[in-house]
Every structure is written in structure tokens, then in C-alpha cells.
């Protein structure tokens, strides 16, 4: 089985952008989560998509925002950068939902706000 | 307000010791615990879970205990080896219905000496 794809994997933009992210769940599974890795703050949880519906959501402001396909496939999109928004960006997919212990994340997009 | 806490940044340990690897929570209401390994460019995977009804859960080389009156985990690796390097995430969740979604620590990282 193919794992969760990102693309892109790196990212370079500039302050006031958007920016679209991409992730490609496994094959089957429904529920996509979405996390920020800064090295001060760790993995902060932006949102889950189940089934094309917004299932939980985290702390972010509404520049963060996230949709699901039907195909599962799932695209955050980021609008006026802040340089704070320098990130490595992780999917992570699962059957279920992220209680899931098989909680399947990919490679992360890392985005760098210049 | 951190919820889950890993307050060692960073631990080495000699290979074939012992690495113990500590996170402490403050919401109790969390009742399910994970840990999860990261290799640099790489995403987070997912290494052992504990429910709450447990106090203790074994897979291999790793085990993590659980004390719900500490509000505090650990994850022990014996014996470590070169491979076990790397950041570990410890993360909790509470119930469904109940802010459902995942909390990560900030992690530590592992270094295993020669």
C-alpha cells in the first residue's frame, strides 16, 4: 500500500502570499489530519477532515483553513503568510479518525516564509 | 496552556542502556496516550499506545507506563540501540464527544551513543 503523500515538499514564499498544501491519504482511509512542527512548539494539531465534513479543529486563526475531497484527498490552504508560519506542515491519515492508533503521517511540506 | 509536556529536550544514552523517555499531562480527561518516533525528513510514525485503563503496556524493546495520579508517562527502550535515534512525540487524547483530537508534546530528542 502506497503511504500519505505531500507535495509539495518544499515551499518558499514570501509575506502576504497563500499558500496550498496537498496531501494524498492511504488508499481507504477516510479521516485526514492536518499538524503544525515548529521546533518551539512541537506538533500543533490544525484540523481533521472525515468524510469531506471538518470533524475538529485547533487553535488557528482562520488564515489556516482546509477542505477534504471526495476521494479522501485533502488540500490546507494558508492565506497572508506571516514569517511565524514557517513550518514543516504534516498529513496524517487514518481509517477511523486520529484516536486511530494506526495514525499513518507523511513527509511534511516544509514551508519556509520569507 | 501546555497540556502535554516533555521537559527534556534532548537525552543520550549509551547503547545497550536503558533510555527512559518521560511526559506529563495536565488534562484529566485525557485517556489515551501514544507515543510516536521521527526520523529527520521523514514523518512522525507511530511507536506503542496505552489506554488509561492500563498502567502498563509492553511491545517488544519498548514499554510504556502510565500514572494516572501522577498524570504521567513514560516510554522505556531496552536495550537502546543506534536506530532508536531520533525525536519521540509523547501525545494524548481524550474521549469521544469530548474535544476529540490528539495533543503532541513538544518531543525529545534521543541521541544513542556508541
Known amino acids: 500500500k502506497a503511504g500519505v503523500t505531500q507535495t509539495p515538499r518544499y515551499l518558499i514564499k514570501t509575506r502576504g502570499q497563500q499558500v496550498t498544501l496537498s496531501c494524498s491519504p492511504i488508499s481507504g482511509h477516510r479521516s485526514v489530519s492536518w499538524y503544525q512542527q515548529t521546533p518551539g512548539q512541537g506538533l500543533q494539531f490544525l484540523f481533521e477532515?472525515?468524510?469531506?465534513?471538518?470533524?475538529n479543529k485547533g487553535n488557528f486563526p482562520g488564515r489556516f483553513s482546509g477542505r477534504q475531497f471526495s476521494n479522501s484527498r485533502s488540500e490546507m490552504n494558508v492565506s497572508t503568510l506571516e514569517l511565524g508560519d514557517s513550518a514543516l506542515y504534516l498529513c496524517?491519515?487514518?481509517?477511523?479518525?486520529?484516536?486511530?492508533?494506526?495514525?499513518?503521517f507523511g513527509p511534511g511540506t516544509r514551508l519556509l516564509v520569507l | 496552556d501546555q497540556q502535554v509536556k516533555q521537559n527534556s529536550p534532548s537525552l543520550s544514552v549509551q547503547e545497550g542502556r536503558i533510555s527512559i523517555l518521560n511526559c506529563d499531562y495536565t488534562?484529566?480527561?485525557?485517556?489515551?496516550f501514544l507515543w510516536y518516533k521521527k526520523y529527520p525528513a521523514e514523518g512522525p510514525t507511530f511507536l506503542i499506545s496505552i489506554s488509561s485503563i492500563k498502567d502498563k503496556n509492553e511491545d517488544g524493546r519498548f514499554t510504556v507506563f502510565l500514572n494516572k495520579s501522577a498524570k504521567h508517562l513514560s516510554l522505556h527502550i531496552v536495550p537502546s540501540q543506534p536506530g532508536d535515534s531520533a525525536v519521540y512525540f509523547c501525545?494524548?487524547?481524550?474521549?469521544?464527544?469530548?474535544?476529540?483530537?490528539?495533543?503532541f508534546g513538544k518531543g525529545t530528542r534521543l541521541h544513542i551513543l556508541p
Open positions: 488534562n484529566s480527561m485525557f485517556d489515551y
Open positions: 501525545a494524548a487524547s481524550a474521549p469521544l464527544n469530548r474535544d476529540d483530537k490528539i495533543i
Open positions: 477532515y472525515f468524510s469531506e465534513t471538518q470533524r
Open positions: 496524517a491519515s487514518s481509517p477511523q479518525g486520529h484516536r486511530d492508533p494506526s495514525l499513518y
